[in-house]
Every structure is written in structure tokens, then in C-alpha cells.
């Protein structure tokens, strides 16, 4: 067991102290988790394979899933990326520091741990002013995957990471709540046309705008190019149910048949009403920016509950909301949906 630290940061502006012991952590090969605007991250030296062998110990996360490196400045893109393509450059000045992740061909000096064995690496410049500062002040890439235990929600605030990783790390720097709340979009540069392996809150048609042409490539017959998406992913403890496209009256309905079994949770936008003990309701807005930003918290939370089921309204799966709803299908064991639009 570690003593994991918490030490709370001034988001827009960490303090000087809280970043230099965080790196000097990272140099000596231990791990710090760092709010990111998407979600927290546990980060670790990247160029160290033994300190990237203690992010997959403490996460459980299966080897065969690579991490992104997290860069401060583009002079270390360098440090990790064999060639950088002009797309890279093109979509680096458009939404870096930001929520994209390029996959791009490795340098040999990377681990093979990092990359999962893998001849390409995946690289972001996050914009949290605690994410940058940290890495500079380490002065190295740095590997960061979402800091929750694997097959966890992501962490989006300090909170859940202690609650995941508490006791196995060695400090977590508290900047708050995440602004985004889930992962970065991946978009793999090395096939013609550029891939989208993951979605995210930068969109597939900002991306196209870049470098035009863009190949979806989060559709099952793909998923063997995104090792990260293969696995279970984002799962509370209780079964999840994904509502599509009912009326608050239809979701209503479901809610009372599935309280004669137990107790159930509502997660959604819609009011539903019901005179029960057992029924709970976490009430989200309903654009996607709202349950990007709350989503994961409400599921963690749903959890504490101990519902047999967890009920969640999907949302339109357009633009930012198709990130959405990409979460959303890999936590859920089953959908209702309803044809009519
Ligand atoms: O927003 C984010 O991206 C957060 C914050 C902390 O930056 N990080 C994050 O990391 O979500 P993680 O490890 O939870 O997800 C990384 C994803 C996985 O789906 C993984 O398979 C994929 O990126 N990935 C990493 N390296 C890859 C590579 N070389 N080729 C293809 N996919 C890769
Ligand atoms: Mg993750």
C-alpha cells in the first residue's frame, strides 16, 4: 500500500510547490493522477518502462491496451513520433492543446509497453493548465490513461480517482471537476484515409474540415485497430440499461415494471415521476455537453445506490452527442428503443 497524497490545485493557475513535487515524482518513476479537460489521468514517465508497468498494475488494465503519451510543447511530439505527417501538423495547429489524440508512427525509443507492441504511438497535448504545467516541469512524455480502475467510468473528479486508485499511486493533484468530462477523440494518421478510433468531443466533421476525408473506424469491423475499444469499457457495477427515443410516459412505465424487482436509477433529461422509495433520479441537461460533463459521475454515483438496474435516456446521436452515445452503448448491457424519431 502507498500513501497516495492529495494535494489540491488552483486549476487555472497550480501552484509552483504542488507542480514541482508531482514531477519529481514522475522523474523518479512514480505515478501521478492530473485532471485533463477531458478526465482525470494517471500519469507516469513514459520513456521508463518500469514506471509504465506500475500505470498497468494499478489500473488492472489488460497489456495488449497502449496508452497516449501526453506532451507539453511540440518539441516533444519529436521525442516519441518517427515522422510527423503534415495532416499531424495541420490538426496539431487547429486543436492543440485540446481533446485529440493523433496515432502516428512510433519512435523506437518509446517502450513497447507503451504502445501495447504496437509501431505507432498515440499523442496529446491536453490544454488543463495543471496537465501542461506538470509536463513541462517533468520534462518528459508523459503516459496517461484515464486514471479509474480499468473497465471503471472515467474519472472526473479527484474524488473518484482516490476512490479507484487510492493507496495504489503516489499522488493525485485535485484540480477540480473536469471541463469536458469524457476522453479525447483518437484519430489514427497512419492509414489513407485518416481513422477515427474513437470519438470524442472534437467531431468527425471538425476533423474533415482539417484534413478532409475521414473514415469512421469505431464500427465493430474496425475495432481490431483500436486495441482500447475492444474491451468492456465504462461499466458501473449494476446492469445498465440504455433507453433510446421513448417518451418521459413510455420511460415512466419501465421504471415502475423494473421496481417490482428492486430498486432502479434513472439517468436522464427527461422528468419522470414516480411515488417510490426505491426509484432515484439523477436529472442531467439535455445537451450533450451536460451529460458529457456529468454523465460518468452520475453513473459512479447510480452505483453507491445498489439499484438492480440503471436506466439511462440516451441522447441525439449528432455531432458531440455521437461521443455520447458511444459511451453510453459500451456501459449498457441492453437497449430499449423506440422507432419513431
Ligand atoms: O482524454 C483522454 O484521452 C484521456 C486523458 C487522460 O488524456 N486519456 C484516455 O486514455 O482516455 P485511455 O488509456 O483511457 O484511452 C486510450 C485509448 C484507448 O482506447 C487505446 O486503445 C487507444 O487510446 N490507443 C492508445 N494508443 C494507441 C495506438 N497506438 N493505436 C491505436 N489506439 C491507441
Ligand atoms: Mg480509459
Redesign the pocket.
Known sequence: MLDTTIVKVDPEHPERSAINAAAEIIRRGGLVAFP?E????LGADAMNTESVERVFVAKGRPAD????V?IGDREMLSRVAANVPRQAELLADRFWPG?L?V?LK?RLEVPELV??G?A???V?M?KNPTAVELIRAADTPVA????NTSGRP?PTRAAHVAADLGGLIDMILDGGTTRIGI??T?I?LTTEPPAI??P?WITRESLAEVVGRVEDATTTQHLW?????RHRHYTPRARVVLLERLSPDEIRRICADLLKIGPVTFIGHSAVQLMDQSFTKVRLGCTAGDYAHSIYSALRAADETNPVVILVEGIDDQNEGAAVMDRLRRAASETIASEKG
Request: aromatic share 2%; no cysteine; hydrophobic share 30%.
Open positions: 485533463t477531458t478526465v482525470y489521468g491496451n497502449p496508452l497516449i501526453h481533446p489524440t496515432v512510433r504502445t501495447a504496437l505507432t504511438v498515440a496529446r491536453p496517461a490513461p484515464s486514471a472515467s476522453e479525447s483518437v489514427d478510433l474513437r470524442g485497430r483500436s486495441p482500447g475499444t
